[in-house]
């Protein structure tokens, strides 16, 4: 008989393998540990635990890897699909069409399969990154607040399920509730990633980046050691903290004394590079050779790719290592994805496509012709993937066209706009100087 527990993620024939599994979902959901190593080890006790297959999938799948999610789909073509359970049947379901980059339709499977079964961690997992990789993380809010009351806090991964809830929560824009969640999933899950993480972007988007920074140094023993796999992440979100304190200089240090030592090349960790070193050379740092060595660590990622978010982000390194012809590597991938149909087409025709080649005017110093493929782009950017303050480097970009174009109503609109969510940002503060500087019309 199969093992299985509502409680905990369990599905096997073996209690040991069981085990394994639970412990390959904690990993992966905490963002802490290998959960590679449990799945291995649940598949030599149990070769046919089916769960870990799924879950070897779903992590091929999630990487974003254009590669490795062509061994996802090859691992899901001769999956045996004897003898599943539910919620199993499910995962397989969701799993096939999200490695075929149908990732609405993925959701919408966890979605009503979360209804039935609350208590599948993993499962509220995959659908909060595929919401993520959609820009639309705001939807864990409520898929969480749905699953939340079958839970008991004395159930051993509340902490974990409470953190989803807090991620969601700030990305609707609910500061104050987010932060008391998060900060409460915190004291309960030390490790996790997701609970920090909420929080460092309450205090980003409610401006108090010294609160940040005092956040980030007492906490540090939890998230800067190997085992956090989105380290990485978290040293951006700190570099970020000192942009909006005018500390330029150290946003720099952490890009290369922390961010560059820890960071794999995938896409997913490359974007943090990215986005860190574009804010900092606009902010007028002399990024010297660094961009050069981004993009030999982008390279292998520039042909297969599949994420709207991280294909934006290499077109822009490219950009900044004056690599044209990698930049146009990038931009027929997205064309090409952008007519083959399916889910996300939207976003390539409609966002990814003309912030490459407003990125592309920008960096050829063509402000305005910047500002007029960026300005239609803004109310859709959400598509782009992402969360609101990873988004945002669009739009900085987008203010800092405007300024060097030399249009000051939209300068002056897009300044007045930053400095309402976060009045005391040096950055948003140079932005108004700046647009008030330039002639009236």
């Not at 919401?131 to 806090?153: I, M, Q, V």
């Not at 991964?157 to 989803?164: P, V």
């Not at 989105?230 to 909006?244: D, G, P, S, T």
């Not at 782009?384 to 939209?410: F, H, K, N, P, Y």
Request: charged share 20%; glycine share 6%.
């Amino acid at each position: 008989m199969v093992q299985y527990s509502s409680q905990s993620n369990r599905t096997s024939t073996n209690d040991m393998a069981a085990g394994h599994i639970n412990d390959a979902v904690r990993a992966f959901t905490l963002s802490y540990g290998d959960p590679n190593a449990h799945l291995a080890s649940a598949r030599e006790i149990d070769p046919n635990c089916s769960m870990a297959g799924l879950m070897q999938a779903w992590l091929l799948t999630m990487s974003n890897d254009g590669a490795q999610v062509v061994r996802a789909r090859e691992m899901l073509r001769d999956f045996d699909t004897s003898g599943l359970t539910e919620r199993e049947a499910q995962h397989l379901k969701a799993v096939h069409l999200a490695s075929q980059g149908q990732w609405p339709s993925a959701v919408a499977v966890l979605d009503r399969h979360l209804m039935t079964d609350p208590h599948d961690l993993a499962g509220h997992q995959y659908a909060m990154r595929l919401d993520g990789y959609l820009g639309r993380f705001h939807r864990t809010a409520s898929r969480s607040a749905r699953a939340l009351p079958a839970w008991s806090k004395d159930d051993p991964n509340y902490g974990i399920m409470q953190s989803f809830y807090g991620f969601g929560l700030e990305e609707l824009g609910d500061y104050v509730q987010a932060e008391d969640v998060s900060r409460s999933a915190a004291e309960r899950e030390p490790y996790g990633y997701w609970p920090h993480h909420a929080v460092s972007h309450v205090l980003e988007m409610t401006g108090r980046p010294k609160e940040g920074i005092a956040w980030m140094e007492t906490r540090q023993p939890y998230w800067s050691v190997a085992k956090c796999n989105n380290r990485v992440h978290i040293w951006w979100h700190q570099a970020l903290f000192h942009i909006e304190l005018g500390e330029f200089e150290r946003a720099l240090e952490i890009y290369d004394d922390e961010i560059l030592p820890s960071m794999r090349p995938v896409g997913t960790q490359l974007c943090n590079a990215t986005a860190l070193l574009w804010r900092l050379e606009l902010l007028g740092c002399d990024a010297g050779d660094r961009w050069q060595h981004q993009l030999s660590l982008w390279q292998q990622q520039l042909t297969g790719m599949s994420s709207p978010f991280n294909e934006t982000h290499a077109a822009m390194a490219a950009l900044r290592a004056n690599d044209r012809v990698a930049h146009r590597t990038v931009l027929d991938g997205m064309r090409k994805s952008a007519s083959a149909g399916g889910e996300l087409v939207p976003a390539y025709q409609g966002v990814i496509i003309p912030i490459a080649e407003a990125m592309e005017y920008f960096v050829d110093e063509d402000y305005t012709r910047a500002v007029d493929r960026l300005l239609p782009v803004e109310a859709e950017l959400w598509r782009m993937g992402g969360s609101i303050a990873q988004r945002d480097l669009i739009e900085w970009t987008l203010t800092e066209a405007a300024i060097r174009s030399g249009q000051r109503d939209v300068a002056l609109s897009l300044a007045n706009e930053r400095l309402a969510l976060r009045p005391d940002s040096v950055v948003n503060r140079l932005f108004q100087e700046q647009a008030e500087t330039i002639p009236a019309a």
